[in-house]
Every structure is written in C-alpha cells, then in structure tokens.
C-alpha cells in the first residue's frame, strides 16, 4: 500500500466545503469557526465554554496548520461544539512523534464530537478571567487533540 501523498489531500477551501457537506448531513450549522485551545475550555463532557466572537485570525492560522498537516500527509478536521448558528472547529495534526495517533498515520480525517455539545459563549472582555479558574488551566494542559496558538505558528 502506497502512502499517500500530500497532494492527494485537496486544498483548504474545498476540504472545508466536504466539512459542511457532512455537518449538513449531521444536522449541525454549516458555518464554521475556527478555534484553538485558548478560544475553548471543555469544562465537562457536554458543556463547552469558547471566547465569543471568534477571533478572526483564525481561519488564516486554521488554513496555514491544515497546509501543514496536508504537507506531511496527515491532518484532522473535527467539529468541537455548536454555539448558536455556527459549528466550532478545529485543525490538528500530530506535529511531533509524542502526538501520533495509534492507527492514523495518514491522510485526511474529517470528524464531529458525538453529541457534538452545544457551547456556551463567554465575552472577550470576560475571557482573560477564564484563564485563573484551575479548571480551565487543568483543561489547557491536558487537552491534546485540539492546538494552541503557539503551536500553529511555531
């Protein structure tokens, strides 16, 4: 079995059209935000709390990991939660050896939470409190699957 190629993973803006396609068949809004860690604290299984609005530099920094992940072959589409009319979302791959999935090790995976829970939005101008809360600080450093920032642009 060969391995695929980067090329065999299709751009961002039509990866993103096959995202709504399969958040319209789900049921879910097709409009998507893009979040990293710092925009999100899962502060249970079905409860989600996302810095509102979503910061607009995200899709361009969402665009730039998924070419990233589309170069080495290998990169995830998932929807995280529901927050009104909009699906949030992120982009990830596994950029070092300690983040590899056991038995994804290429191509394209797109993939919705099941229940995909409905977030609740917090203001910007309330967020920087967010972060002195334990959970949300526990909740940064444990989570895996969704990228930091930091992490995009490094």
């Known amino acids: 079995m060969r391995p695929q190629m980067s090329n065999d993973i299709p751009d961002f803006p039509t990866v993103v059209e096959q995202m709504q396609t399969f958040l319209q068949e789900e049921g879910h809004p097709i ?4 979040v ?5 604290w899962r502060v249970g299984m079905n409860s989600v ?4 609005p979503c910061p607009h530099p995200n899709e361009s920094l969402a665009a730039k990991v998924f070419q990233e992940g589309r170069a080495k072959g290998l990169v ?10 909009v699906t949030v979302a992120t982009v990830w791959f596994p950029k070092h050896e300690e983040e590899e999935v ?3 090790n290429v191509g394209l995976k797109l993939s919705i939470l099941s229940p995909l829970p409905r977030a609740k939005a917090v203001g910007s101008i309330f967020w920087p409190l967010i972060k002195y809360f334990p959970s ?10 969704v990228g930091t920032k930091a992490w995009a642009l490094g």
């Open 102 to 104: 056991q038995g994804w």
């Open 36 to 40: 990293f860690r710092e925009d999100l």
């Open 49 to 52: 709390r996302i810095c509102r």
């Open 76 to 85: 995830e589409i998932k929807a995280l939660a529901t927050l009104a009319s």
């Open 31 to 34: 409009k998507i935000c893009w």
């Open 136 to 145: 949300y600080r526990r909740y940064q450093a444990l989570e895996e699957a």
